[in-house]
Structures are given as C-alpha cells and as structure tokens.
C-alpha cells in the first residue's frame, strides 16, 4: 500500500499563483523575516517529515489502533517515536509567538501542515491536533501563573492538552453539562464529574496531559452560561497524580489511531481559566481556528482517497475506452472510461478549490490578528466568521462522500482493507461530527452570522470576492453568476417574514451548500484564471459542468420555503 | 441495542393500496390459491423468523464475524442454527416450483423476505442470498442429469450455492477471465484457476456448497464469448472433495458476517451447464433477480438505519427547538429540530418510493414469467430490463449515503459501536460495487436498454406510469412534470450525434439518476394518493420539496453535454 505523499508543488501554486500569499502577508510587520524562501523552504520539510515519519504509520494505527488496559493506553506502534521526532523538530511550535518559545510563522503554514499530516495518518494527527487551540485559549485567558507553568509547554508540545466538553447526556447542547467545580481555599477548584469522546484524553505520547475542562461551579446558573473553564493536568507538580482517568475507550468506526476517552474527574486538581461563568467565551477563543483545522483534515483526507484512486486507476486495466483506443492490450486503464475520469476530475476539483478557499481563510487568520489597518483586521475577522462553518461542513462532507467515490474507483478492491481506501472513509466519517456537526455549522452561518446583521456582512464579502473575478473569461462569469444567485437567497431570507421561527433552521444546511457552491465557484474561476495548464483545468471544467448546477437547485429549495409555499397545496 | 424489526403493516400498505397486488397478479394461473390472507400470513411469518431469529445475530455477525483457518470457515455465532431453521421451514423454496419441492408462491414474496433478512442481518443474508438464482440458471440451463442431482437440494436451501465470477484482474470485465475448463473423456471437465470475492466459497452452514464458475475452455476465443459456465460442487458423490478450495478470506470495511472467499480450483471436477461459449448468458438469467435482490438489500438497510435512528430521535433531548416547546424539560427531544426532521423525512421517503418501485418491479417479474397474455408478459420483461438497473444503482447508493444521514442523527454516537448504526454504513458500502457496480447500471440502462430502440421502451413504460397518476393533484402534476422532463431528456440523447462515441458513456450516471427520481415522483404521487395519514404523507412532502430538484439538475447537465456544449467556451 502506497503511503500519502504530500506534493508541494500544488500547494506552493496556490498559495503563489492563485493567492499571492506573500503579498497579502507583507503589510504584516509580524511576519516581516518570512519570505517565500523561507515559505518554500518550510513546506518542503514539512513535506519531507509527513512523508517519511508520519504516512508510515497510517495503516499500523488503523489496524492495530489504540489498546486500553488498567486505565492506560497504547498507542500503535511507531507513534510515540513520530510524536517525538515532531517535537523536537518544533513543528508543534510553528505558529506560537517566538516569546511562548514559537517560531512566530503565518499560521496558514500550520495550516497546510495539518492538512498533510491528517492525509498522512489521521489518527496520529488528533494527537497534536488541539495544540494551537490550547495554547490560544491559555495565553489569552489564562493566569499568569497558568501560563508561567503551562504555556510554554503546551506551545512546544512537550505536554500534549485536550478538551473535555461532551459528557454523555450533553453533546451539541453543552449547556446541559453537569461536571462540577468547586472552589478550593488555595484558589485551585475540585472537579468531579463524567467527560466523554475526548481524544487523546490518556496516551503513551508526553509524560503529562493538560484538560481543558467546561464545567459548572456550585452557584452557577442552569444553561451555557453557567459553565467555567478549567485547566486539569494528568500530574501535578512533584509528580502527583491528579484525579483525571481515563474508564475506557470507545471501539469507532474509525480514527483507531486516536483514543476516545471516557474520562472521570474525581476529586481532580485545577484552575479556571478566564472567568467563572465564561468557560464557552474561552473556547471559543479557539473555535474558528479548530473548525478550519477540522476544514483541513477534510481536505486532507479527500486528497489522500484521490491519491490512490488516480494511481490505481492509471494502473487497472478493465474493459476498452469509448472511441480510439491501444490495440496492442485487451484492456484499457479505467482512468480513460468516463465514469472514473468523471470522479476522478470533480474529486480533485475539490481538493483544488478547496485549498483555495481554506488557505484564504488561514491567510485571513493572520490577517485578522497581525495587519496594522483595523478596517482589514475586521474584513478577515468577518471573513473568518463567515466562510470557516463553511469549509467545515463541506469539506468534512466531502472527504466522506468523496472517499467513497474514490472508493468505487477500485470496484471490489475497495471494499477491503489492503488498498487502505475504506479506511479513509471510515477515518473521515467523525468529521462531519466533532468541533460541531455540519447541522451546527449551518446554523451558525445563518442563524447566527447572517441572518442577525441583516446579510451584511455576507454581502460585503460576496462583493469583494466579485471584484477578484475576471469576467473577461467564462468562469468569472459562471462564479459571478453564482455569487448573484447567493446573494438573492440570502436578500430572500433576510426578508422573509419573522413569524416562522422555524424557517431559518429549515433552510440552514440548504444555505449552507449554496454558500459552499457559490465560494468554490469563485475558487475555481481564480484557478482558471491562474493556469491554462491541463493538471488544473480539467479538474476545474470537470466542477463547473457537473458540480456548479446544485447551486440553483439548493437557492430554489430555499427561497421556495421563503416563499411559504407549500409544495404540495 | 434494538434488533430490526420487520413492520409488515408498511409493506401491507404498499402492496395492497399503493399497487394492488392480488388483482395485478389475480390473471396469473400459476398463483391461483394465492389470496390476501395467504399473503399476509406469509409476510407474519417471515416478518417474526427475520426478527426474532436472524436480527438478534448481527451485532456479533459483524463484531466477531467469520473466521478462516486452515482451509475452513467459521461463521459466527448463531449463523449455523439459524441457517437450519430457515432451511427446515421452507423458506428458500418460497418461490421455486412445487415440482422441484418449492412451494410456488409468487417471486414477490420473497422480494419483501429478502429485504427483511438483508435489513436485519446482511452478513447472514448473504448465505441464501444467490440460491434462488443459482436455482432458475441451473433450472433452465442445466441438463437433466444436473438437475436430477442437484436442483432440489439448491431449491430447498439443502445446500448452498456460489457465483465465481471474479479473478484479480478482472472484475466488471469478466471477459479478462483465465480459469480454465477442460474436458475429460466421462463428460466432465477438470477446472483450474482462481477466483477472488466469493461470497460463501467456503462456511460450516450446509454439508456441500455448489459452485457455479465461469471458466474458458481450451479451444474458446478471448473475450466473453469464450466463456461458460460450469458446476462444480465441494464435494463429490461418495464423498470425494473435489479440488475446490478457499485461500483465504478476505478483510473488509464491513459485511463481516459473510466469508469474501480467494477460491482456488486445482483439478476440481465439474459439469458444464448450458452451451459451451454461452457462460455468461446463463448467468444472465439471474441477473436482473439478482439485481433487484441488491436493490432490496439496499432498501432494508435503509430502514434498518432509518429505524435506529428515528427511535435515537425520539428519545435524545439537545437543546430547545425553534418555535413552541415543553417548559418543563431543558431540552427537545431532536426529532423536532428541523435539521433531524429532514434527515428522518427524506431517508423514510426514499424508503416508502423505493419499495413502491422494488415491490412492483418484483411484481413484474412475476408477471413476465406466468402471465397469459403474451403482450403483458413482454411489457413486463421491458419494465424489469429498464428499472432493475436503476433500483440497484440508487437504492444501494442511498443505503450508504442515507444510512450516513442516519448515523448523522446520532451526532458522536453514532460514531462509536455501541449503537449499531455505523455497522449500517460499513455493510451498505459493498452493494454500490457487487453485482455490477453502479456505473456499470448506469452503462446498462443508457447503452444497452435505451438508446438501442432510439428511446422507445423507456417512452412506452413512462408513458403507462403517466396513465395511473392522479393529475387532478399537485402530487400527481409534479410527478407528470417529472415524466415528462426525463422524456426530453430521453430524447436528447437519443438524438444526438453519433460521431461522439464517450457521450453516453459521460452522460449515464447522470442520466440513471434523473430516471431514479422521475421513477421515484411517480412512487411518491402513488403514495400521496393512497394515504392522507402523516406517517405517509410528511415523507413525501418532504420528498417533493428537498430530494425531486434534482431532477432538473441531472437532465440539464445531460442535455447540455447533449447539446455538446462547452461550458467554458
């Protein structure tokens, strides 16, 4: 079984060609040393370092996965050596601030990193995962204290951390969370109470573990205003162990590589983190920055099915092709039969405009925090706001669904274990699930980011994504046609009568892939423009013939419900 | 975990004022006893052995499934007892001939049996599954010596029968194939090579299993024609084991209760069955059976999936839903969120359509076989030929992406074992590849049945599924535009040119789909019309408001590929 092999080459294209990243970073006098030498020169290791160290290990960690006994667990083989050899290259470290001990880089950088670590092994890379979004949320809320004795830790990744929110009763509805705190006299809190699906929640990878826990203190009101954020390390200082452990781990359908903890806090030591009744504000300091990871995993996930289904299709040879064809053999490869050519084209359609849109999205990351204009910081805040439950929600879709596609590239093959492509849709399928099912991302882009400004701000950026387009080519026009068509959905929802509570959530998933549509046309039309090479454009038509036109249908569906028509009366 | 559990009221429904079975099939001789009591006692009966004896096996089927070792297969746990009684009460033979010991009933019966067992326990399933058309090939193609020694032992499920079709390098290209068979100077003939994804090639459920293999002789032409079909069963008169054996079995993503088997043929023994050359068109006498099975095992994982989830819903509470709630719990039970309501609405209304369409297919093939009016046998034969490929593409397709939605519902949950619901989405994932994947159907329907006759006996049966709609409802107008809007398309194709030999090949999958959802307006205005209740008409709103679009989308992306349109020119 091949390995994921990461290939620079596209994404140094997209970031160079079709984004100019390195002038969109150049008013940032945060990342003044970073040029596209060192930009290059960073991709290339991180490249090598997945490939070798990391790829490896993916199908050992599917098939033997994690084992739990007497409360500890193993990872599979060759993943604590991975882990180590990543730490003390610094890669956790990238993007923290050089005086957390960073290297002060672009965050998109990190972001193509995870992106090619989760398409290497997916279940090695949960391990760090929650690194940078730990190390945001203490640094921005935490004490001095915490973060004189955790910060540095957590952003070189010598302790790994984890979020403890889910508890068995309380999923998408945090606000039904029961674990408590109470406060000590020493100003630490006793927490006690039941977590469950926490990854990497106990492991064999670093001597400590730091839980970032939401929890209640005994005063607190019912609902997600009543939770407080605490940190919980495995061990204490002088090497006492806390009360977090781990009852068990769950047998997935997947991700085997990642354990799913039960964890118990009994009796356990911790602090808060920012204030008491402000736990969900502190999570959410990290909230877009995770949902674009998980946006990246999603990528990353498609692009490794699509590595192995083109190389298995340029192989297999099944049947004659349609029209001219090899005399000299019985068959032809099924790369030339159009069905495959079909999925193999739209799938790397979306891989490619994917990362268009997702390393935009990461740009505008480091845009938000380090640009000197408050108008931009504000425009790539929106931006963020906006197009990241987005990427999230379509990007996790379409790894599952899309795996699947490359999946049926391999006919029977496929469907067992030694090609590894079933694992990746296994691996996938938990994406669409954690950091917020795609149901919550499409209410959080409607009900509570555009529908509250009155389609403002969506607008605003549709408008500027418009002005990007060349119109002189037929894909500007496709895209501008699209981003109309989403701006008139948008205006039809906007005024549809507030008497139906229940419409916006009705047609939020629809929104949401018209959105996705309407964004992936203005990626393609940019990489259209971009290049005329055949590796870029046949993926590019292969979208705008066969996966635009859900566009019209989704805007159709929605506005028929604005219109309060019933399609039976 | 709750077991499947057949609802026979939902099929009683279908069958009895949906379709009207008994008086479709009331001209048939060969059915004369056949009444509606007998009918519903068959489908109580079969509805209590699927739930009470096969559902309760399949968390294990899958968890410990079947086990090789040393040339042997073990099935797991239960399988072996269960296989008994399913032989020893008749139900193999529910649709054979009474003069080869069956009991005659008509093949629709064992339709609904079929996609009972396959909902409850797939793995299982897959034992029998190809004895009924391991039965009609050998019944119409084997001389009478076969079948004197082994068409009732096939019939009545005494033994166990296989399809080896499959080699490692070719697979929907059977032509490819190598096994050789040779001709021994008593009649038989020696049988060497190997065949890969034998479904059932070796297990402990009967004492001898029958082999049905396609092999080439020595003298026979490359390509399809050169090959037939041989019989060749495990062990010989006198108990001789013939050279018929299992290398190993294969790991799969799911479908864990039933042994993929690498079988090798060295030396065996066999018969041929039919004419030497004509292999492949012996097989075919089962396959649009065989594919309407699929389509039917399709549809009961559906609702297996449909039915974890909808209880799930029912019980978990999240948050509050949009609108009017219960002030005295915290939270709504989530089938009242409109996110969840539609999963649940769309997936039962592809569930009711589908066996609209699959228990009337079923129907048809009854009539095909027993009708006196030859001119109803032929409009019977074209119904099967056309729609059989398109049940089996979508119907299995929508097991695995509906099943997803399903799992949806379940949030992390659904992710973990525990609920069952993901074995639903690994299982269903194979039926979109065996029995010719559904490009394939695709190709099937396009190339071979509709563009052959310029469209003709595609326009012919939608004309007649037109006549029985109700236009005097939106039900039925919306399904009429469906027609109609597939005719156009029908037509589009057909007529264009043909000096663009990769069309059809680009335009099938797309086209298989515009049929799947005009076939499924019809099934769904047919619905509307027999019921006003909720239970059955929630779904089918749902159905024309969210799923029926799409319809639109396909034909236009086909006619604009007709139109040979360049999208970016």
Request: charged share 20%.
């Amino acid at each position: 079984m091949a390995h994921y092999l990461p290939r620079t080459e596209d994404q140094l294209f997209i970031l160079n060609q079709v984004l100019r990243a390195q002038e969109q970073l150049q008013p940032l006098a945060a990342f003044g040393e970073f040029d596209s030498d060192l930009q290059s020169q960073v991709l290339e290791e991180a490249a090598r370092f997945v490939g070798e160290v990391v790829a490896p290990l993916n199908e050992a960690g599917d098939r033997i996965g994690c084992t739990f006994a007497d409360g500890t667990v193993t990872t599979p083989p060759g993943f604590r050596d991975a882990y180590r050899a990543f730490h003390e290259a610094g890669w956790p470290a990238l993007a923290c601030a050089t005086e957390d001990g960073g290297q002060g880089l672009p965050w998109f950088l990190e972001g193509v990193l995870y992106e090619w670590l989760s398409a290497a092994n997916h279940g090695w890379t949960m391990a760090p995962g929650l690194l940078h979004g730990a190390y945001e949320c203490l640094k921005h809320h935490g004490s001095d204290e915490l973060k004189q004795r955790y910060l540095a830790r957590i952003a070189s990744g010598e302790w790994l951390a984890t979020m403890c929110l889910t508890e068995p009763h309380a999923g998408s509805d945090l606000g039904l969370a029961r674990t408590r705190g109470t406060p000590q006299a020493d100003g630490s809190w006793r927490l006690d109470g039941s977590k469950i699906f926490i990854s990497g929640g106990e492991h064999d990878l670093t001597e400590n573990i730091v839980h970032l826990v939401l929890a209640r203190a005994p005063d607190a009101p019912a609902g997600p205003k009543g939770l407080s954020l605490f940190l919980v390390p495995k061990w204490l200082d002088g090497g006492v162990r806390n009360g977090a452990f781990c009852d068990r781990i769950e047998e997935k359908m997947g991700l085997h590589g990642s354990a799913t903890c039960a964890m118990r806090f009994e009796n356990a030591t911790g602090w808060l983190i920012g204030e008491a009744g402000r736990g969900l504000a502190a999570m959410f300091v990290m909230m877009n920055a995770a949902r674009l990871h998980v946006a990246l995993q999603g990528l990353g996930l498609l692009d490794a099915a699509w590595q192995k289904a083109d190389a298995y299709a340029r192989e297999r040879r099944q049947m004659r092709v349609p029209g001219p064809r090899d005399a000299s053999e019985a068959a032809d490869p099924i790369e030339g039969h159009p069905a495959m050519r079909r999925i193999l084209d739209t799938q790397r359609a979306w891989v490619d405009g994917g990362r268009v849109l997702a390393y935009q999205t990461a740009l505008e990351l480091d845009i938000a925090r380090h640009h000197p204009d408050a108008q931009r910081r504000a425009t790539a805040a929106s931006w963020c706001a906006l197009v990241t439950p987005v990427l999230k929600a379509a990007f996790t879709q379409q790894a599952f669904l899309g795996g699947s596609e490359c999946l049926q590239v391999f006919g029977g093959h496929g469907y067992v274990r030694e090609w590894g492509i079933e694992q990746h849709v296994r691996d996938s399928r938990v994406t669409m699930i954690y950091e917020g099912t795609n149901e919550i991302q499409a209410i959080d882009l409607l009900v509570r980011k555009v529908l509250p400004d009155a389609g403002h701000a969506m607008a605003a950026m549709l408008d500027r994504l418009r002005e990007t387009l060349d119109t002189g080519r037929a894909s500007g026009r496709a895209a501008a046609d699209a981003i109309d068509q989403l701006q008139r959905t948008t205006q039809a929802l906007c005024a549809a009568p507030t008497a139906q509570p229940r419409l916006p959530y009705e047609a939020a998933d629809d929104y949401l892939r018209a959105a996705t549509l309407a964004l992936m046309a203005w990626a393609w039309a940019r990489i259209d423009t971009a290049s005329s090479q055949p590796r870029w454009q046949a993926p590019v038509a292969a979208a705008f013939l066969r996966v635009l036109p859900e566009l019209r249908m989704r805007c159709a569906i929605v506005e028929q419900q604005c219109a309060g028509a019933e399609v039976m009366a």
